[in-house]
């Protein structure tokens, strides 16, 4: 995984993380002005089609729900062979469900922050994650990301 910062060579990094099968881009801090001009760059790269999604608008009060609504994302979104962004990610990985289990053992399906990048990792086209508060950055670094951009210098370093 590479880290790059948008003003050093962010084109060239995305370019080459585009190059990987279902790339997965990670947009970290700064302005959502800030995320959507990067996103610009990866659109102008990738000449596909994008769909784009604020995470607030994909959580429900159930869990069913929010699952429901990531599934038609990735479904239309592989329909189409879309760039999916899905920014503001940071309201999907702390929301909790009125239907939630009390521990983790309770009950045999995936939570949603799992659901969601199990369908990341076999979506086959490129997802672009933003994350408004880089303490996400590591749970975003579990899953199959590519490249992390930052939009300030110091929020994420080399892992």
């Known amino acids: ?22 790339a997965c881009i990670g947009l970290v801090g700064g302005a959502r002005a800030d995320r959507q001009q990067t996103f610009g760059v990866i659109v102008d790269l990738a000449d596909q089609n994008v769909l784009q999604f604020r995470a607030a608008s994909l959580v429900g009060e159930r869990r069913k729900h929010t699952q429901n609504s ?26 909790h469900h009125v ?10 399906m995936p939570s949603t922050v799992e659901y969601f990048f199990e369908r990341v990792a076999s979506y086959p ?21 590519n490249l992390i951009v930052t939009h300030n210098r110091s929020e994420v370093t080399e892992a």
Do not use: Y
């Open 70 to 95: 990531l599934r038609k994302v990735f479904d239309s979104g592989a329909e189409e062979r879309a760039i999916l962004f899905v920014d503001s990610l940071d309201t999907l990985l702390t929301w």
């Open 125 to 145: 086209n490129p997802v672009v994650l933003g994350i408004d508060d880089a303490v996400h950055v590591n749970t975003l670094r579990k899953h199959c990301l």
């Open 99 to 108: 239907d939630e289990p009390d521990t983790p053992s309770a009950d045999a």
């Open 1 to 22: 995984m590479q880290v790059a910062h948008t003003s050093t060579h962010v084109r060239r990094h995305c370019d080459k993380a585009l190059q990987t099968e279902g």
